[in-house]
Structure formats: C-alpha cells, structure tokens
C-alpha cells in the first residue's frame, strides 16, 4: 500500500540560506510543515523547498512568520 497523496502547499526559494531561513523562522512560530526537495513540477535554483498543509490558516501563518525576512520565489498549491 503507497502512501497517500495529498493536497499542500510548496513555498520555494532563490537560495538554500532562504530555504533553512524559512525552516527556522517557520519552527520558531510554531508553522506545521517540512523541508523537502524542490518538486520537479517547480523551476527554481535552490533544490530545497518548504511544504505546509494546504490550509489558509497555515498560509497566512507562513507568510506572517517570514514576512520582513525574505520574500518565497513563488508558493504552489500541489498534490505531494
């Protein structure tokens, strides 16, 4: 039996001290998610990314948590 595949958002970034940034900032604020490897339907130049619930809630926390810091090169919704 294969895992299940859901729905999440992917936020990915210019670079892999944004991508850790964005874990760290993310822990600190208590948003549930994940590095992951950037998904191969992504075009970006770092290979890491950060996956979270696909839920408005956790979105907005996302944004809120790295709002001021650094700016995602793009936030997908995409079925993992």
Do not use: K, N
């Amino acid at each position: 039996m294969g895992r299940v595949r859901t729905e999440r958002y992917v936020a990915s970034f210019s670079s892999t001290f944004d991508a850790m940034e964005a874990e760290r900032l993310c822990r600190e604020a208590g948003v549930e998610g994940r590095i992951i490897p950037l998904p191969v339907e992504i075009d970006s130049e770092c290979g890491m990314a950060w996956s979270m619930p696909h839920d408005e809630a956790v979105l907005a926390a996302f944004e809120a948590s790295v709002a001021g810091h650094l700016v995602p090169e793009g936030i997908y919704a995409l079925v993992l």
